[in-house]
């Protein structure tokens, strides 16, 4: 979660230093995502939550398109992480 908060100031720079030109950043923060990446990472599976049953690839590109078409400032998907990232906002 400490690398959502990070991103997150990232990416309010970021929008602070190029909306004069017209370009909109929105952060999307997603849980897991059942991809290749865990084939070409072995281990890194282990470390990761059970508990929250991962995004499918084409949930996780409906989420994006959904901050792009919306012009989301931040997305955060599933539901479980927003509460989690408000908490942790609201304490760093």
Do not use: C
């Amino acid at each position: 979660m400490a690398s959502a908060i990070g991103a997150r100031r990232e990416s309010d720079a970021l929008r602070t230093e190029v909306e004069a030109k017209g370009v909109f950043v929105s952060l999307v923060v997603l849980g897991l995502v059942e991809s290749s990446y865990w084939e070409h990472n072995p281990g890194s599976r282990e470390h990761a939550s059970k508990a929250i049953p991962p995004l499918t690839t084409d949930r996780a590109a409906a989420v994006i398109i959904k901050a792009i078409e919306q012009r989301k400032r931040v997305l955060v998907s599933p539901a479980i992480f927003r509460a989690l990232f408000l908490l942790r906002a609201l304490y760093s």
